[in-house]
Antibody, heavy 124, light 108 residues
Framework: QFTLKESGPTLVKPTQTLTLTCTFS??????????VAWIRQPPGKALEWLAL???????RYSPSLKSRLTITKDTSKNQVVLTMTNMDPVDTATYYC????????????????WGQGTLVTVSS | DIQMTQSPSSVSASVGDRVTITCRAS??????LAWYQQKPGKAPKLLIY???SLQSGVPSRFSGSGSGTDFTLTISSLQPEDFATYYC??????????FGGGTKVEIK
């Protein structure tokens, strides 16, 4: 079975940098075709894709947030880390990590397994 | 960026009803569209990928159709556990992925 779990601070102050870790099991990020993404959801609002890292270390970012985001992977630890700089109250959201399955066609990504999410509040 | 527009934003329906949700892309995305179901306080659950492929374990009353810019999610006979919010996601990775605004299916 595939599982993912997000961890990190629940409260950050404006202008601080957020670091979130996704720890997963049941699959490897060295498997061709696999990827892990970060997606967030402000309270009561829609989902927003943030970043995606592939098995080959290729990385994709939301154009509107690209300057603030960094995604990295540690294959040996089965972890993916997202950092977001210059946090603002509008970044308050539940942050999810999710798996891109290897069956996804080249150049496309959907997400078949998701973590439970972690709520991050930005407030002074 | 490719914008995804879902309609309606909410729908009231009864158990047994046929429910149809539409998603429109601002430019053509071939068949690269996924649908998710989300219940309150829970992570989204993948229902459909590549516009028409049913994810393993998802009941057959869920189906997807469409290609290009217009897509549809159909629930053939609404069950009590189907009351939730549904999101479409365009799956073309370049330049960016994106989700629709969501459709809430409520009890009439």
């Amino acid at each position: 079975q595939f599982t993912l779990k997000e961890s990190g601070p629940t409260l950050v102050k404006p202008t601080q940098t957020l670091t979130l870790t996704c720890t997963f099991s049941g699959f490897s990020l060295s498997t061709i075709g696999v990827g892990v993404a970060w997606i967030r959801q402000p309270p009561g609002k829609a989902l927003e894709w943030l970043a995606l890292i592939y098995w080959d270390d290729d990385k994709r970012y939301s154009p509107s947030l690209k300057s603030r985001l960094t995604i990295t992977k540690d294959t040996s630890k089965n972890q993916v880390v997202l950092t977001m700089t210059n946090m603002d109250p509008v970044d308050t959201a539940t942050y999810y990590c999710a798996r891109r399955p290897l069956i996804a066609a080249s150049g496309t990504s959907h997400f078949d397994y998701w973590g439970q999410g972690t709520l991050v509040t930005v407030s002074s | 960026d490719i914008q995804m527009t879902q309609s309606p934003s909410s729908v009231s329906a009864s158990v047994g009803d046929r429910v149809t949700i539409t998603c429109r892309a601002s430019q053509g995305i071939s068949r690269w569209l996924a649908w998710y179901q989300q219940k309150p306080g829970k992570a989204p659950k993948l229902l459909i990928y590549a516009a028409t492929s049913l994810q393993s374990g998802v009941p057959s009353r869920f189906s997807g159709s469409g290609s290009g810019t217009d897509f549809t999610l159909t629930i053939s006979s609404l069950q009590p556990e189907d009351f939730a919010t549904y999101y479409c996601q365009q799956a073309n990775s370049f330049p960016a992925l994106s989700f629709g605004g969501g459709t809430k299916v409520e009890i009439k």
